[in-house]
């Protein structure tokens, strides 16, 4: 076991830094820049059982250390994905991959997810709960326990991989959700997804992205993710993966102390595309200055009262 | 293969109305197609902000961008040389040592060779250089131009269509030049297009510099291919009157700029298009004007 191994959901990966989905494609885009078999695994696009275009454009925005983004689950559809995405992704990582699936009904989620059970190398499924659901009257899965936990529970009735849970932090109350989720089977807890957010541009009086309302990341949402993936940690006992504008090797300890057993980073490739590559290389340097001997040992070893 | 690295800059000038012309000296060895891009971080902003390059060789590049928006105001601001009033007598202070959080201690009278230190330290830590993502997107096919191309640039959308003209050059191409401006104060490299022997005509909105109207109102009858790169309203009417096959080049609010945000698509005739990675340059044939 090195330093920076963590078993999650009973799959040992070789560090805890996971580029997040929606930022990492489907992985063989950022075998052109280096080897990503450095990583322990990725969470691939956000895929759903249709192929959909997402939102018009702009879909991005600039904030004080963030960005917005409506891009609304562009991807082929998970048929296409099996067909062509997964076999360019086996030619360049030979580790377990995490599937992100995104539905906008049970029927989706259930669809999407037997057909990547029969794919060997999908290790995990997050299940991506902050989708309208279109039978619901268009609110999110991920808002309440029950609609969150129903998911959960279909979609464990029809993978045998292991179910982590990518929550929403557009809730009153996150641990209640985590916790219904893990009651119906859930193997982890993912969080947070992107805060929901809004900016106007002063030239043209409209919003800054054509969807006006998008979802709010980077370093600016760290302390917000940080609290939130505490008191998950500390109500659920399935792994939590921590995520939320992770940038540092630093920010990964600290998530890691939060209760995390493995992280998650996403807006920061998309302004550094090495960002998961240095992180992974800082850590033992960073870990050596605090004291600290092996990442396992530190989940959840936040001293608190 | 988009390349990152740190670009120094050499000259930020300002060459009309609110555009500004910056050399960098750096590796280009990523840039291989005249239209493509770069994306520069720039210090106090969060998202790197794309801009096109105008021309390089193997030492440096320039790009031409205008002022609208926090990015490129703070880019424009950023002249190396203008802070440097350290040069000058006897032995000063040693830059290179100091590492990335260096501490200065004056007293008294003692202060103000120090701020002279601060700027230039400064100047060589953020003003100087940038972090620079390149030989981003995929740029105009210079094999398809025929012997009589037509370039066709509108305002900021110029920049690109200049390295164009210098690699068409470079083939013995003789290319036929449209630049069109809004007013005589917005115009530039009308001088840079002819020193090629481009037969340059330049419009303007308001007819105080050259031919008055739009770049439609001056498109020749004849010419083998088009290039072109401007705001979206022009493209359209530039694809509208083309005789011709050709090429158009688009903006686009970018997140990543290297095709991993899927924050820049466009509906295509072949499915959707990333701006930044399967763009920015797109065949007239495969674009679709929506509304």
């Known amino acids: ?305 | 293969m988009m390349k990152q690295g740190i670009f120094e800059i050499v000259e930020n000038t300002r060459i009309a109305r609110a555009v500004y012309e910056m050399k960098l000296v750096g590796d280009t060895s990523a840039i291989t197609a005249p239209g493509q891009f770069v994306n520069i971080l720039i210090d106090g902003l969060f998202l790197r902000r794309p801009i096109s390059v105008c021309s390089w060789n193997s030492e440096g590049m320039t790009l031409v961008y205008k002022v609208v928006g926090r990015g490129t105001e703070v880019l424009s601001g950023m002249t190396a040389g203008e802070l440097d009033i350290l040069s000058g007598l006897g032995n000063g202070y040693n830059t290179e040592l100091c590492g990335d959080s260096p501490l200065l201690i004056g007293g008294g009278v003692g202060v103000p060779p120090l701020y002279g230190l601060a700027v230039r330290l400064a100047e060589s830590m953020t003003a100087g250089e940038l972090d620079i993502l390149s030989g981003l997107g995929n740029g105009y096919n210079t094999e398809l131009c025929g012997d009589s191309p037509l370039l066709i640039g509108g305002g900021v959308g110029v920049p690109p269509l200049y390295g164009l003209a210098v690699r068409l050059a470079e083939k013995l191409v003789k290319c036929s030049v449209i630049l069109g401006f809004n007013t005589a104060e917005d115009v530039f490299y009308e001088d840079r297009f002819k020193a090629l022997g481009c037969n340059v005509t330049v419009t303007t909105v308001d007819g105080s510099h050259g031919t008055k109207g739009f770049v439609t109102d001056a498109m020749p009858d004849v010419y083998t291919y088009f290039y072109t790169c401007g705001p979206l309203p022009m493209l359209r009417a530039v694809c509208g009157l083309a005789k011709t096959s050709g090429e158009v080049s688009f903006e686009e609010r970018m997140g990543c700029g290297f095709g991993m945000c899927m924050g820049c698509p466009r509906k295509t005739t072949d499915g959707y298009k990333r701006i930044c990675k399967e763009g920015p340059v797109l065949k007239k044939e495969e674009i679709l004007w929506e509304g």
């Open chain 1, 1 to 305: 076991m090195g330093r920076l191994n963590v078993s999650l959901c009973g799959i040992d990966i070789v560090n805890p830094v996971i580029p997040a989905s929606g930022t990492f494609g489907y992985g063989y885009e950022y075998a052109e820049l280096y080897d990503i078999n450095e990583l322990g695994t990725f969470s691939f696009k956000g895929t759903t059982a249709q192929a959909r275009f997402g939102n018009d454009t702009p879909r991005i925005a600039e904030c004080y250390m963030g960005m917005l983004n409506a891009v609304g689950l562009q991807n082929s559809g998970v048929d296409a994905v099996i067909s062509h995405e997964l076999p360019m992704l086996k030619k360049c990582f030979n580790k377990p991959v995490m599937a992100n699936v995104s539905g906008f009904s049970i029927e989706d989620y259930v669809y999407t997810c037997q057909r990547l059970d029969g794919e060997a190398q999908v290790g995990w499924v997050e299940l991506n709960v902050s989708c309208p659901n279109v039978h619901g009257g268009g609110m999110s899965f991920g808002v309440c326990a029950e609609s969150a936990a129903e998911v959960t529970r279909a979609v464990k009735a029809v993978t045998t991989k292991p179910v982590i849970v990518k929550l929403s932090p557009n809730v009153t109350d996150i641990v209640s959700i985590a916790r219904a989720c893990e009651e119906a089977g859930a193997d982890g807890i993912s969080l947070i997804n992107t805060l929901l957010g809004m900016r106007i541009d002063l030239n043209t009086k409209k919003p800054a992205i054509a969807n006006v309302m998008g979802g709010f990341s980077g370093p600016a949402v760290f302390p917000v993710a940080l609290r939130m993936v505490y008191q998950v940690a500390m109500a659920v006992e399935i792994p939590v993966i921590g995520m939320g504008g992770i940038s540092s090797a630093e920010d990964v300890i600290e998530m890691m102390l939060a209760g995390a057993t493995a992280v998650e980073i996403g807006t920061a490739n998309l302004i550094n595309p090495f960002a998961c590559r240095d992180i992974i290389r800082e850590l033992p340097s960073v870990m050596d200055k605090y004291g600290i001997n092996t990442l396992s040992e530190i989940i959840g070893g936040v001293k608190v009262g």
